[in-house]
């Protein structure tokens, strides 16, 4: 079982370039879920989804987009990257919102 | 306002002694919380969760223990081992009914378990 995957797993952003991170699951979760670690931080939810067609938005949703076309991928969009995105970014998944989170390697961007 | 606050950022034990990570919320609605720990380039990993309706759960070495009235948890690791170095966060999440999503991570405290 591949669980969550993410890719890229490293991309350097130039500002005001725009790209898409995806992240796919083999679990059948309904949920679904961006975060986003910053240095000396936790994790800050961005968007997250409950089904496909259903998405709504996290602590930290400036600048980005998802969709939410399937069960298994939540892609998540960035459009013109600044340098406060730079971060390391996370998807996830869970069976239910009470049910531990399953976590992709993580994609680790930089805007500069 | 940080709602799950690791006061430690790091903390080192020796193989084979006891390890203990406290954490601390401020929101008395919270009401399930769960452990997870995470290695350098790989995302976190579940360890162990409690609901507000026990004060204890156990699970081989690790065990987290919930002290409601002070608002406070601890993660025990006994025996530490180095394996068990990484940094361990945090979370507590709260039933909002329905949809609403509500998940709280803390800061994240790095252990080191020295052979």
């Known amino acids: 079982n591949a669980g969550v995957t993410q890719t890229p797993k490293f991309r350097i952003l130039k500002i005001g370039q725009s790209m898409t991170l995806q992240c796919t699951q083999d679990?059948?979760?309904?949920?679904m879920y961006w975060y986003r670690q910053d240095p000396g931080m936790g994790l800050k939810l961005i968007y997250y989804?409950?089904?496909?067609?259903?998405?709504d938005k996290g602590e930290v949703p400036n600048g980005y987009n998802v969709s939410r076309s399937t069960t298994e991928d939540f892609p998540l969009r960035l459009e013109l990257a600044a340098p406060s995105q730079t971060s390391v970014y996370f998807c996830?998944?869970?069976?239910?919102?009470?049910?531990?989170?399953?976590f992709g390697s993580g994609t680790q961007l930089s805007v500069l | 306002d940080q709602q799950v606050k690791q006061n430690s950022p790091s903390l080192s034990v020796q193989e084979g002694r006891i390890s203990i990570l406290n954490c601390d919320y401020t929101?008395?609605?919270?009401?399930?919380f769960l452990w997870y720990k995470k290695y350098p380039a790989e995302g976190p990993t579940f360890l162990i969760s409690i609901s507000s309706i026990k004060d204890k759960n156990e699970d081989g070495r690790f065990t987290v223990f919930l002290n409601k009235s002070a608002k406070h948890l601890s993660l025990h690791i006994v025996p530490s081992q180095p394996g068990d170095s990484a940094v361990y966060f945090c979370?507590?999440?709260?039933?909002?009914?329905?949809?609403?999503?509500?998940?709280?991570f803390g800061k994240g405290t790095l252990l080191t378990v020295n052979p």
């Open positions: 929101n008395s609605m919270f009401d399930y």
């Open positions: 996830a998944s869970s069976y239910s919102f009470r049910e531990k989170l399953f």
């Open positions: 679990m059948n979760h309904n949920y």
């Open positions: 989804s409950v089904g496909a067609g259903i998405t």
């Open positions: 979370a507590a999440s709260v039933d909002s009914g329905g949809s609403n999503y509500k998940l709280t």
